[in-house]
């Protein structure tokens, strides 16, 4: 059964930084890509960042590639997202996505995604 499940959301002040994790069960990381999304209550699932199925290729969403940076360990199947200079805005609830894929490409697009973990919220404030 395939399964992902999401950890590191919490509470933290403007300015700090979070690891998000994505482990994956059920399936090996290899030959898939994965997403990472983020949801405000009442509005679409939006692309942040996502990693292609062999890991050597990365994309960012314009509003977060300088602070966000998605990386895997094939080694614990888990993908992560670093946070970092987070602002209020960046407040969501983020959640992973997979789905099979191919080498040096991934996608932003809810649409291309088969599997979700439960999401994690990320709350910063002062």
């Known amino acids: 059964q395939v399964k992902l499940v999401e950890s590191g959301g919490g509470l933290v002040q403007p300015g700090g930084s979070l690891r998000l994790s994505c482990v994956a069960s059920?399936?090996?990381?290899?030959?898939?890509?994965i997403g990472w999304f983020r949801q405000a209550p009442g509005k679409e699932r939006e692309g942040v960042s996502c990693?292609?199925?062999?890991?050597?290729?990365?994309y960012y969403s314009d509003s977060w590639k300088d602070r966000f940076t998605i990386s895997g360990d094939s080694a614990k199947n888990t993908v992560y997202l670093h946070m970092s200079s987070l602002k209020p805005e960046d407040t969501d609830s983020y959640y992973c996505a997979a789905a099979r894929g191919r080498d040096y490409y991934c996608s932003a697009s809810v649409v291309s995604y088969d599997y979700w973990g439960q999401g994690t919220q990320v709350t910063v404030s002062s």
């Open positions: 990693l292609s199925a062999n890991g050597a290729s990365t």
């Open positions: 059920g399936f090996t990381l290899e030959g898939y890509i």
